[in-house]
T-cell receptor
Framework: GQNIDQPTEMTATEGAIVQINCTYQ??????LFWYQQHAGEAPTFLSY??LDGLEEKGRFSSFLSRSKGYSYLLLKELQMKDSASYLC??????????WGAGTKLIIKP | GAVVSQHPSWVICKSGTSVKIECRSL??????MFWYRQFPKQSLMLMAT?????????EQGVEKDKFLINHASLTLSTLTVTSAHPEDSSFYIC???????????FGPGTRLTVT
């Protein structure tokens, strides 16, 4: 079957670093997306990893290990506005998105 | 960047009536459009995938006669919720993907409340 696992909720402190993990099992795999979703809004694109390794984009970085079926999203210098849900989604062999349930990130002052 | 719009952004309707939601790709041709539903505090649930000019493919458990999807052009798809009931109240989000593209571009969503 196809499955995406990520933690339900995480809490971190403003200015700190947090890593949100995601493991996946899909029938075929083409790449992995990370989206940010604020309450009541649609998801917004953060990153797309196809190859193994770390991709850095400002305060956000995303890592992929295809052999381990594992990815993480790293958020640095956390700001209060980073409080949101972070959705991990893998693309299967048909480029369909298989969604995780999302990780609610709570930032405390 | 690619922009997708949805209309209306929110709608309230009475039980038993039908509601149509439009999804438009504003600056690219969307060969594939996706319709999602999201209940409070839950993740996105894919309802159906539609390719321009062909019938939509519905996910298991989604009633195709209740949720009518039309993708008649490369820039417009519509979702009609027929005979709406309070349990259909949800956040409906569309996304669109161009030919050969890997990324789905999301619309802002439509919040439906059925009274």
């Amino acid at each position: 079957g196809q499955n995406i696992d990520q933690p339900t909720e995480m809490t971190a402190t403003e200015g700190a670093i947090v890593q949100i993990n995601c493991t996946y099992q899909t029938s075929g795999f083409n790449g992995l997306f990370w989206y940010q979703q604020h309450a009541g809004e649609a998801p917004t694109f953060l990153s797309y990893n196809v190859l193994d390794g770390l991709e850095e984009k400002g305060r956000f970085s995303s890592f992929l290990s295809r052999s381990k079926g594992y990815s993480y999203l790293l958020l640095k210098e956390l700001q209060m506005k980073d409080s949101a849900s972070y959705l991990c989604a893998a693309t299967d062999s048909n480029y369909q998105l298989i969604w995780g349930a999302g990780t609610k990130l709570i930032i405390k002052p | 960047g690619a922009v997708v719009s949805q209309h209306p952004s929110w709608v309230i309707c009475k039980s038993g009536t039908s509601v149509k939601i439009e999804c438009r790709s504003l600056d690219f041709q969307a060969t594939t459009m996706f319709w999602y539903r999201q209940f409070p505090k839950q993740s996105l649930m894919l309802m159906a995938t539609s390719n321009e000019g062909s019938k939509a493919t519905y996910e298991q458990g989604v009633e195709k006669d209740k949720f009518l999807i039309n993708h008649a052009s490369l820039t417009l798809s519509t979702l009609t919720v027929t005979s709406a009931h309070p349990e259909d109240s949800s956040f409906y989000i569309c996304s669109a993907r161009g030919n050969g593209d890997y990324e789905q571009y999301f619309g802002p969503g439509t919040r439906l409340t059925v009274t």
